[in-house]
């Protein structure tokens, strides 16, 4: 079975600080990683995924297939970061559903 | 990308009776979702919605409690039937085509059960 688990409920920061979210999968094929995001008053959308390899607003994400993580990483956080965030797996192929984890609340204090 | 229309956006209902939930696409898909989001829980898939087919449900949701249609490529609708305050949940739409793995998301609906 499918499993992702991010251990941060919430996650506070301030401006300018590293920011790191992490996440951590089970599966005993080969996934397909996405993060999430969800600011406020908006919908869930998708901010980046593993295969593509691209920064998006400054994060990054490597999936460490022996860690079996997926963490989420920017060098210097923005006010406009402060966003609920979901960690989600996929299967390549096969069933197309996601798998979230229980998300982490990022706040980043002035 | 696709955009997701969901009514209601939220609802207070009365225990024991049932709300259709409705999903419009603004484009033709292949696969759409139903999650439920639990207050202070992840999203956690409901079923597939299948075209011309009946639903594939995930272990622990059933079709008589969660009834869904899907008469075209284009709308969905999800039934939360019979109830409880148990049900009380964000309840999300989304849509997936095989060869874009990127999921779009309809904006909820926020449904509370007294």
């Known amino acids: 079975a499918q499993r992702v688990t991010q251990p941060e409920k919430l996650l506070s920061v301030f401006k300018g600080a590293p920011v790191e979210l992490k996440c951590n999968y089970s599966y005993s094929g080969s996934p397909e990683l996405f993060w999430y995001v969800q600011y406020s008053r908006q919908r869930l959308q998708l901010l980046l995924r593993h295969i593509s390899r691209e920064s998006i607003k400054g994060f990054t994400a490597d999936l460490n297939k022996g860690e079996t993580s997926f963490h989420l990483k920017k060098p210097f956080a923005q006010e406009e970061d402060s966003a609920m965030y979901y960690c989600?797996?996929?299967?390549?192929?096969?069933?197309?559903?996601?798998?979230f984890g229980q998300g982490t609340r990022l706040t980043i204090n002035p | 990308s696709a955009v997701i229309s969901q009514k209601p956006s939220r609802d207070i209902c009365q225990r024991g009776t049932s709300l259709t939930i409705q999903c419009q696409v603004d484009s033709q898909v292949t696969m759409m979702f139903w999650y439920r989001q639990q207050p202070g829980q992840s999203l956690t898939l409901i079923a597939t919605a299948n075209q011309g087919s009946e639903a594939t449900y995930e272990s622990g949701f059933v079709i008589d409690k969660f009834p869904i249609s899907r008469p075209n490529l284009t709308f969905s609708t999800l039934t939360v039937s019979n109830m409880s305050p148990e049900d009380s949940s964000i309840y999300l739409c989304?849509?997936?085509?095989?060869?874009?793995?990127?999921?779009?998301f309809g904006q909820g609906t926020r449904l509370t059960v007294v």
């Open positions: 989304s849509v997936q085509e095989p060869l874009n793995t990127e999921a779009f």
């Open positions: 989600a797996l996929k299967r390549i192929q096969g069933a197309q559903k996601l798998v």
